[in-house]
C-alpha cells in the first residue's frame, strides 16, 4: 500500500524553539491532516486542510496544503514541553476512504 | 463523554484463539473504520464501513472481518489469531468527507 514520506523521522528541540515537519506522497490527496499521538492514547487531530493551498492555523500550530495537493508541512512555534509526543500526518482521497498515514515524526523536548 | 470508545483496552490471548474487540461511537457519524498501528507506531487502514459500502484494504488477511450491528458500533473479529497479529487497534469514526476521530486503542498480545 501508498505510503507517505514523513521527514524528519524524529526532533530534539530545546523548549522555546519552532519546529517544522513535513510529508509528500507519489500521488493526490484531496485533504490533508495532522495528528498527535501520546503514549496509550489515540491520534487526536490538530489541523485539517480540504484546499489545495490552504494555510490553516490552530494556536501556536499552523499547517498548509501544498498547491500540487502532493505534499503539506506542520510548524509549531515556541514549542512548550506538552508538544511531546508523535505527530503523524495523513492524507485521504475522499468520501469514506481510510487515511494514509506518514510514519510519524518524534517530538521531544529538551527544557 | 467519549466520543469513541474501544473495549477492551488490552487484550492477551493464545495462537489460534477466535476474538472480539467492540467499537461505540456517539457523535452520530455514519462512517466507521478499524486501523492497525505495528511496533514502529505505523498506522494503516483495515476498513472502512458506512450504511451502503464496506471498503477492505486488500492486504487484510480475512481472518478478519469487521461486523456492524448498528450504525453506531463497528466490531472486530478476528478468527486463528497468529503471533503477527499483535498490535494496536484502533477505531475510527467520521460524518462523510469530515475528520476522523480515534478511539484510545486495544493493544492486542497473542503468545
Known amino acids: 500500500g501508498q505510503q507517505l514520506n514523513q521527514s524528519p523521522q524524529s526532533m530534539f528541540i530545546q523548549e522555546g524553539e519552532d519546529v517544522s515537519m513535513n510529508c509528500t506522497s507519489s500521488?493526490?490527496?484531496?485533504?490533508w491532516l495532522w495528528y498527535k499521538q501520546d503514549p496509550g492514547e489515540g491520534p487526536v487531530l490538530l489541523i485539517a486542510?480540504?484546499?489545495?493551498?490552504e494555510l490553516t492555523s490552530n494556536g501556536r500550530l499552523t499547517a498548509q496544503f501544498g498547491i500540487t495537493r502532493k505534499d503539506s508541512f506542520l510548524n509549531i512555534s515556541a514549542s512548550i514541553p506538552s508538544d511531546v509526543g508523535i505527530y503523524f500526518c495523513?492524507?485521504?482521497?475522499?468520501?469514506?476512504?481510510?487515511?494514509?498515514f506518514g510514519k510519524g515524526t518524534h517530538l521531544i523536548i529538551q527544557p | 463523554d467519549t466520543a469513541v470508545s474501544q473495549t477492551p483496552k488490552y487484550l492477551v490471548t493464545q495462537m489460534g484463539n477466535d476474538k472480539s474487540i467492540k467499537c461505540e461511537q456517539n457523535?452520530?457519524?455514519?462512517?466507521m473504520y478499524w486501523y492497525k498501528q505495528d511496533s514502529k507506531k505505523f498506522l494503516k487502514i483495515m476498513f472502512s464501513?458506512?450504511?451502503?459500502?464496506?471498503?477492505i484494504n486488500e492486504t487484510v488477511p480475512n481472518r478478519f472481518s469487521p461486523k456492524s450491528p448498528d450504525k453506531a458500533h463497528l466490531n472486530l473479529h478476528i478468527n486463528s489469531l497468529e503471533l503477527g497479529d499483535s498490535a494496536v487497534y484502533f477505531c475510527?469514526?467520521?460524518?462523510?468527507?469530515?475528520?476522523?476521530?480515534f478511539g484510545p486503542g486495544t493493544r492486542l498480545t497473542v503468545t
Open positions: 495523513a492524507g485521504q482521497r475522499g468520501g469514506a476512504d481510510g487515511l494514509t
Open positions: 457523535l452520530g457519524h455514519d462512517t
Open positions: 500521488s493526490i490527496f484531496n485533504t
Open positions: 464501513y458506512n450504511n451502503k459500502e464496506l471498503i
Open positions: 475510527a469514526s467520521s460524518q462523510a468527507r469530515t475528520q476522523q476521530y
Open positions: 486542510l480540504y484546499k489545495a493551498g
